[in-house]
T-cell receptor
Framework: DGGITQSPKYLFRKEGQNVTLSCEQNLNHDAMYWYRQDPGQGLRLIYY???????QKGDIAEGYSVSREKKESFPLTVTSAQKNPTAFYLC?????????????FGSGTRLTVV | AQKITQTQPGMFVQEKEAVTLDCTYD???????LFWYKQPSSGEMIFLIYQGSYDQQNATEGRYSLNFQKARKSANLVISASQLGDSAMYFC???????????????FGKGITLSVRP
């Protein structure tokens, strides 16, 4: 079945460490997105990519980095510059363009700083 | 200014009754789409329903319907015959068409928590 796979489900990071969250999709979607969700809050856009080898900053990109070397993959690195990384991270993909194409989401990664 | 506003505090509904979750939006783009997602405690985001700005009729999907009032810029979700499994957080989102594709990403509201009482 087609879908989006995020791994790991839970991740613990030590202070000053970089960690990478994986996101893979087999839906043949062009666009991919990373969102951050804090407890009781909505989703805030970190980065998005509408095509391979191209990506744009979202609303809260500071302290994060991404790459899009393959259509299927859009990994997110949480760097040591991100001072408050504890949150729930959701990856999504969609068909390119506008209109009625909503997102398909992964099941999320819960990152905790220890 | 917020593009998507969901201001209701936690909502409660009795099982088998209907409930309306409010959403207002702000856009100057004549072409846009409105979405509702459900997020249970497991964290996954589940797509519920879509309404296009040019759609003449309100969208319906099973027990979900969207009360779309374009002039008022509101897109309220109506859940009929509530079930215990409907207890979750619900997000309204908008996708503007834009002209370059730069605005084609979804913007989400802060969400509403719904609790269904047996």
């Amino acid at each position: 079945d087609g879908g989006i796979t995020q791994s790991p489900k839970y991740l613990f990071r030590k202070e000053g460490q970089n960690v990478t969250l994986s996101c893979e999709q087999n839906l043949n979607h062009d666009a991919m997105y990373w969102y951050r969700q804090d407890p009781g809050q909505g989703l805030r856009l970190i980065y998005y990519s509408q095509i391979v080898n191209d990506f744009q900053k979202g609303d809260i990109a500071e302290g994060y980095s991404v790459s899009r070397e393959k259509k299927e993959s859009f990994p997110l690195t949480v760097t040591s510059a991100q001072k408050n990384p504890t949150a729930f991270y959701l990856c999504a993909s969609s068909r390119s363009g506008q209109g009625e194409y909503g997102y398909t989401f992964g099941s999320g990664t819960r990152l905790t700083v220890v | 200014a917020q593009k998507i506003t969901q201001t209701q505090p936690g909502m409660f509904v009795q099982e088998k009754e209907a409930v309306t979750l409010d959403c207002t939006y702000d856009t100057s783009d004549p072409s846009y789409g409105l979405f509702w997602y459900k997020q249970p405690s497991s964290g996954e985001m589940i797509f519920l329903i879509y309404q296009g700005s040019y759609d003449q009729q309100n969208a319906t999907e099973g027990r979900y319907s969207l009360n779309f009032q374009k002039a008022r810029k509101s897109a309220n979700l109506v859940i009929s015959a509530s079930q215990l499994g409907d207890s979750a957080m619900y997000f309204c989102a908008m996708r503007e068409k834009g002209y370059t594709g730069a605005n084609s990403k979804l913007t989400f509201g802060k969400g509403i928590t719904l609790s269904v009482r047996p």
